[in-house]
Protein backbone atom coordinates (compact mmCIF):
# COMPACT_ATOMS: atom_id res chain seq x y z
CA UNK A 1 0.00 0.00 0.00
CA UNK A 2 1.57 3.29 -0.83
CA UNK A 3 0.32 6.58 0.59
CA UNK A 4 0.15 9.79 -1.25
CA UNK A 5 1.09 12.38 1.50
CA UNK A 6 -1.70 15.21 1.39
CA UNK A 7 -0.37 18.44 2.46
CA UNK A 8 -2.28 20.82 0.01
CA UNK A 9 0.30 21.31 -3.03
CA UNK A 10 0.10 17.95 -4.99
CA UNK A 11 -1.67 17.38 -8.35
CA UNK A 12 -2.99 14.14 -6.57
CA UNK A 13 -6.16 13.87 -8.62
CA UNK A 14 -4.00 12.80 -11.46
CA UNK A 15 -1.84 10.77 -9.62
CA UNK A 16 -4.28 8.77 -8.37
CA UNK A 17 -5.70 7.92 -11.46
CA UNK A 18 -2.42 6.71 -12.51
CA UNK A 19 -1.87 4.70 -9.50
CA UNK A 20 -5.59 3.38 -10.24
CA UNK A 21 -4.97 2.79 -13.85
CA UNK A 22 -2.08 0.80 -12.72
CA UNK A 23 -3.86 -0.84 -9.93
CA UNK A 24 -1.81 0.40 -7.42
CA UNK A 25 -3.37 -0.07 -3.90
CA UNK A 26 -2.98 3.44 -2.14
CA UNK A 27 -4.40 5.71 0.08
CA UNK A 28 -4.56 10.27 -0.12
CA UNK A 29 -3.90 11.24 3.64
CA UNK A 30 -2.54 14.10 5.58
CA UNK A 31 -3.35 12.11 9.12
CA UNK A 32 0.20 10.60 10.32
CA UNK A 33 -2.01 7.48 12.10
CA UNK A 34 -3.20 6.45 8.38
CA UNK A 35 -0.02 7.11 6.72
CA UNK A 36 1.58 4.69 9.47
CA UNK A 37 -0.39 2.02 7.77
CA UNK A 38 1.18 2.21 4.51
CA UNK A 39 4.54 0.44 3.14
CA UNK A 40 5.70 3.68 1.25
CA UNK A 41 4.70 6.86 1.03
CA UNK A 42 4.80 9.60 -2.34
CA UNK A 43 5.66 13.05 -1.76
CA UNK A 44 3.95 15.30 -4.67
CA UNK A 45 4.03 18.60 -5.17
CA UNK A 46 2.86 21.54 -7.61
CA UNK A 47 3.89 25.22 -6.72
CA UNK A 48 6.60 27.24 -4.68
CA UNK A 49 9.56 25.31 -2.70
CA UNK A 50 9.05 27.50 0.18
CA UNK A 51 5.16 27.85 0.13
CA UNK A 52 5.24 23.56 0.24
CA UNK A 53 7.59 23.61 3.28
CA UNK A 54 5.44 25.87 5.45
CA UNK A 55 3.00 23.50 4.81
CA UNK A 56 4.80 21.02 5.64
CA UNK A 57 5.72 22.36 8.54
CA UNK A 58 2.90 23.96 9.81
CA UNK A 59 1.48 19.95 10.13
CA UNK A 60 4.82 18.87 11.11
CA UNK A 61 4.53 16.49 8.22
CA UNK A 62 8.04 17.36 7.32
CA UNK A 63 9.81 15.57 10.65
CA UNK A 64 7.30 12.68 9.71
CA UNK A 65 8.87 12.64 5.81
CA UNK A 66 12.46 12.66 7.74
CA UNK A 67 11.52 10.23 10.95
CA UNK A 68 9.88 7.81 8.48
CA UNK A 69 12.97 8.03 5.66
CA UNK A 70 15.34 7.37 8.59
CA UNK A 71 13.60 4.63 9.15
CA UNK A 72 14.25 2.54 5.62
CA UNK A 73 10.31 3.34 4.79
CA UNK A 74 10.68 4.28 1.06
CA UNK A 75 9.53 7.43 -0.18
CA UNK A 76 9.14 8.89 -4.00
CA UNK A 77 8.86 12.52 -4.60
CA UNK A 78 7.33 13.58 -7.54
CA UNK A 79 8.10 17.05 -9.46
CA UNK A 80 8.21 19.49 -6.47
CA UNK A 81 7.95 16.90 -3.85
CA UNK A 82 11.76 15.43 -5.64
CA UNK A 83 12.56 19.07 -4.86
CA UNK A 84 11.54 18.94 -1.09
CA UNK A 85 13.65 16.26 -0.63
CA UNK A 86 17.24 17.99 -0.98
CA UNK A 87 18.94 20.09 1.53
CA UNK A 88 17.62 23.67 0.50
CA UNK A 89 16.26 25.96 -2.51
CA UNK A 90 17.00 29.31 -3.45
CA UNK A 91 13.28 30.20 -5.12
CA UNK A 92 11.87 33.44 -3.01
CA UNK A 93 14.98 33.49 -1.22
CA UNK A 94 16.68 30.35 0.56
CA UNK A 95 14.63 28.06 2.27
CA UNK A 96 16.04 24.79 4.09
CA UNK A 97 14.57 21.54 2.39
CA UNK A 98 14.15 17.81 4.14
CA UNK A 99 17.50 17.40 3.75
CA UNK A 100 17.47 13.87 3.19
CA UNK A 101 19.68 14.19 -0.35
CA UNK A 102 22.46 16.50 -0.70
CA UNK A 103 21.93 19.64 -3.08
CA UNK A 104 20.38 22.77 -3.99
CA UNK A 105 17.46 23.84 -5.73
CA UNK A 106 18.17 26.84 -8.16
CA UNK A 107 16.37 28.55 -11.15
CA UNK A 108 17.48 27.75 -15.29
CA UNK A 109 19.09 30.97 -15.68
CA UNK A 110 17.27 31.29 -19.52
CA UNK A 111 20.63 32.19 -20.69
CA UNK A 112 23.24 29.83 -22.72
CA UNK A 113 27.01 30.51 -22.14
CA UNK A 114 27.13 32.07 -25.55
CA UNK A 115 24.29 34.49 -24.93
CA UNK A 116 21.59 33.07 -26.56
CA UNK A 117 17.95 33.26 -24.55
CA UNK A 118 16.40 29.64 -24.20
CA UNK A 119 12.23 29.08 -22.53
CA UNK A 120 11.84 29.21 -18.77
CA UNK A 121 10.37 27.26 -17.40
CA UNK A 122 11.26 23.65 -19.11
CA UNK A 123 8.14 22.16 -20.44
CA UNK A 124 7.27 19.54 -22.44
CA UNK A 125 8.83 16.38 -23.58
CA UNK A 126 12.16 15.42 -23.06
CA UNK A 127 14.84 12.43 -23.19
CA UNK A 128 15.96 10.37 -20.05
CA UNK A 129 19.47 9.74 -20.10
CA UNK A 130 20.12 6.38 -18.14
CA UNK A 131 23.10 6.96 -15.51
CA UNK A 132 22.53 3.89 -13.43
CA UNK A 133 20.03 1.69 -15.84
CA UNK A 134 20.47 -1.28 -12.97
CA UNK A 135 18.14 1.46 -10.18
CA UNK A 136 14.56 -0.60 -9.57
CA UNK A 137 12.76 2.48 -10.78
CA UNK A 138 14.04 2.31 -14.37
CA UNK A 139 13.97 -1.60 -14.41
CA UNK A 140 13.13 -2.23 -17.81
CA UNK A 141 12.36 0.98 -19.21
CA UNK A 142 11.37 0.69 -23.27
CA UNK A 143 10.09 4.45 -23.92
CA UNK A 144 11.87 7.18 -22.17
CA UNK A 145 10.67 10.69 -22.84
CA UNK A 146 8.51 11.87 -19.84
CA UNK A 147 6.85 15.18 -19.23
CA UNK A 148 8.62 18.02 -17.61
CA UNK A 149 6.95 21.31 -16.31
CA UNK A 150 9.86 23.40 -13.80
CA UNK A 151 11.60 26.78 -13.78
CA UNK A 152 13.64 25.04 -11.05
CA UNK A 153 15.91 22.38 -11.27
CA UNK A 154 18.36 20.32 -8.64
CA UNK A 155 22.12 21.48 -8.84
CA UNK A 156 24.12 18.62 -6.65
CA UNK A 157 28.03 17.58 -6.12
CA UNK A 158 27.04 13.85 -5.55
CA UNK A 159 26.61 12.19 -8.73
CA UNK A 160 25.89 8.90 -6.88
CA UNK A 161 22.12 10.36 -6.29
CA UNK A 162 21.96 10.59 -10.16
CA UNK A 163 19.83 7.43 -11.98
CA UNK A 164 18.61 9.48 -14.57
CA UNK A 165 19.04 13.01 -16.22
CA UNK A 166 17.60 15.15 -18.92
CA UNK A 167 19.42 17.71 -21.17
CA UNK A 168 18.01 21.57 -21.18
CA UNK A 169 20.61 23.71 -21.34
CA UNK A 170 22.00 22.46 -17.97
CA UNK A 171 21.96 18.74 -17.15
CA UNK A 172 18.97 18.26 -15.49
CA UNK A 173 18.39 15.80 -12.90
CA UNK A 174 14.82 13.66 -13.59
CA UNK A 175 15.50 10.70 -11.05
CA UNK A 176 17.38 10.80 -8.63
CA UNK A 177 17.77 8.13 -5.79
CA UNK A 178 19.84 6.84 -2.57
CA UNK A 179 19.09 3.95 -0.34
CA UNK A 180 15.06 3.98 0.12
CA UNK A 181 14.62 7.52 -1.17
CA UNK A 182 13.67 8.38 -4.69
CA UNK A 183 12.37 11.44 -6.67
CA UNK A 184 11.20 12.32 -10.05
CA UNK A 185 11.45 15.91 -11.63
CA UNK A 186 9.29 15.11 -14.08
CA UNK A 187 5.51 13.83 -14.05
CA UNK A 188 5.23 10.06 -14.48
CA UNK A 189 1.33 10.66 -14.06
CA UNK A 190 1.45 12.56 -17.39
CA UNK A 191 4.22 10.75 -18.62
CA UNK A 192 2.19 8.32 -20.47
CA UNK A 193 4.29 4.44 -20.86
CA UNK A 194 7.67 5.96 -19.32
CA UNK A 195 6.03 7.26 -16.41
CA UNK A 196 3.71 4.89 -15.85
CA UNK A 197 6.50 2.28 -15.70
CA UNK A 198 8.20 4.36 -13.50
CA UNK A 199 5.07 4.22 -10.84
CA UNK A 200 5.02 0.61 -11.60
CA UNK A 201 8.68 -0.40 -10.46
CA UNK A 202 8.50 1.97 -7.32
CA UNK A 203 5.28 -0.24 -6.21
CA UNK A 204 6.93 -3.53 -7.24
CA UNK A 205 10.28 -2.80 -5.10
CA UNK A 206 8.46 -1.64 -2.43
CA UNK A 207 5.59 -4.44 -2.74
CA UNK A 208 9.19 -7.42 -2.69
CA UNK A 209 11.00 -5.65 -0.12
Known amino acids: ?79 LGMQLLFEESEENGITTGLGLLPGRVVRFSGTTVDGAHYKVPHMGWNELIIKKPASRLLTDLQANHVYFVHSYYVKTDKRNVLLATADYYEEVPAVVGSDTIFGAQFHPEKSSVAGLKILKNFANYVRER
Do not use: T
Open 1 to 79: MIGIIDYGMGNLHSVMNALRRLEIDHILSGEKSELDEVDALLLPGVGAFKDAMHALKESGMDQYIVRNAQAGKPILGIC
